[in-house]
């Protein structure tokens, strides 16, 4: 036999081993419950979760409104309170009306219109208004004080112009790009896909193949002539359809149930989907192998995939306001440039700069897991 038929015929060989493994696996994942549960039922408690339980806006915040003094003055500013749609307000005349309240929760803050307002108003003289907010809640505190002002803004600046029949000196006219409604869904939401997609990539596979080898299936394949690259890539080829499938899911949803814009091309979104779960599948196989256990891969994947992609990716929290050492943390967290870059997709469209460099970073995160993966598994029992 010539070199050349060899060759072709290793070739050949190599192929059959890959075609079979990646059947044996997808039957794998037919005929486990767990891996559908995972891959499609977790998603979409998720993102119902995302979508519908948690929202970062404050749209009615209850607050106690004190008017000491009952003037033409103070009843014009109490009804611009009462108009506003960021407040719910109750009305009193002493503050101590609404202590109780504030300390129980039933309020978040106190609005007090002192008696001498309308006389300082009149008389040009800096009038004060007071703002009791309940600071246990530091968001909830500053949204009432911002809100607070601004109503006040509103209403000094309609006076001014029904007195001197001029409009205001100084107009600010606000514009808000890619979501013009503020609506926080419409960022959670793509976010809480690059959450799905690090369940399904890291817990699923580090769980899969941990089960292998307490089952030790894993050693008998390793007795064949199947390499460790081989071994590994007809593993994840099936969870990586997998992932791609759920992702696909979680975006329909996300455009056709919650109502978030998609602006962006799918070609990006696929892109985007697919390089990210390089990284996430090669820590799922470097859980795997390092653990051989499936109890102790679980927890491993929560901490060192899920966790981290949750609280430092900037999916919640601003990667900026971290302190400097978290900050160079999340820098090997592979969700944090691709929850941007989705956000991006979804709300801006398709900015090819920005997703380039993201999918670089991402991609020599996963050679590095790969790595340690093929490193980590080798051909020997045990």
Aim: aromatic share 10%; with cysteine; net charge positive.
């Amino acid at each position: 036999m010539s070199k050349h038929a060899a060759e072709r015929k290793d070739r050949l060989s190599r192929a059959r081993r890959f075609a079979a493994l990646v059947r044996k696996e997808s039957y794998q994942v037919v005929r486990d419950p767990s891996s559908i549960l995972i891959a499609f039922v977790l998603p979409l408690i998720l993102l119902f979760l995302f979508g519908y339980g948690v929202s970062l806006d404050t749209t009615t915040t209850r607050v106690g409104l004190v008017m000491e003094n009952a003037t033409p003055v103070t009843q014009d500013l109490a009804a611009s309170f009462q108009a506003s749609r960021y407040f719910d307000v109750a009305n009193g005349r002493d503050r101590r009306e609404f202590e109780e309240d504030l300390l129980i929760g039933r309020i978040r803050g106190i609005i007090v219109i002192p008696a001498p307002f309308t006389a300082d108003y009149v008389a040009g003289n800096n009038p004060q208004i007071q703002v009791i907010v309940d600071g246990s809640d530091a968001n909830t505190a500053n949204f009432v004080q911002n809100y607070t002002r601004g109503v006040v803004a509103t209403w000094a600046s309609l006076r001014a112009a029904e007195v001197s029949l001029q409009p205001a000196s100084i107009a600010v006219e606000q514009r808000f790009w890619f979501n013009p409604e503020l609506t926080s869904r419409n960022f959670l939401v793509p976010g809480s896909i690059a959450i799905v997609m690090t369940l399904v990539g890291t817990l699923l596979t580090s769980l899969v193949v941990a089960r292998e080898w307490e089952r030790g299936t894993m050693e008998a394949m390793m007795a064949t002539p199947v390499t460790a690259a081989e071994l590994l890539a007809g593993k994840i080829l099936p969870y990586f359809l997998l992932a791609l499938t759920s992702m696909t899911l979680c975006v329909l949803l996300a455009v056709f149930l919650f109502g978030v814009p998609f602006r962006g091309s799918v070609i990006a979104l696929y892109a985007l989907s697919a390089t990210f779960l390089v990284p996430a599948l090669g820590q799922g196989l470097l859980i795997s192998a390092a653990t051989k256990n499936q109890f102790l891969a679980s927890q491993l994947a929560l901490i060192s995939a899920f966790l981290p992609a949750f609280l430092l990716s900037g999916f919640l929290f601003e990667i900026n306001s971290m302190p400097l050492v978290i900050q160079w943390v999340t820098m090997i967290v592979a969700a944090r440039y691709l929850i941007p870059s989705l956000q991006t997709v979804f709300l801006a469209g398709d900015i090819w700069p920005m997703f380039l460099a993201d999918m670089a970073v991402m991609l020599l995160i996963g050679s590095v897991f790969f790595a340690l993966a093929i490193r980590s598994t080798k051909k020997r029992i045990g």
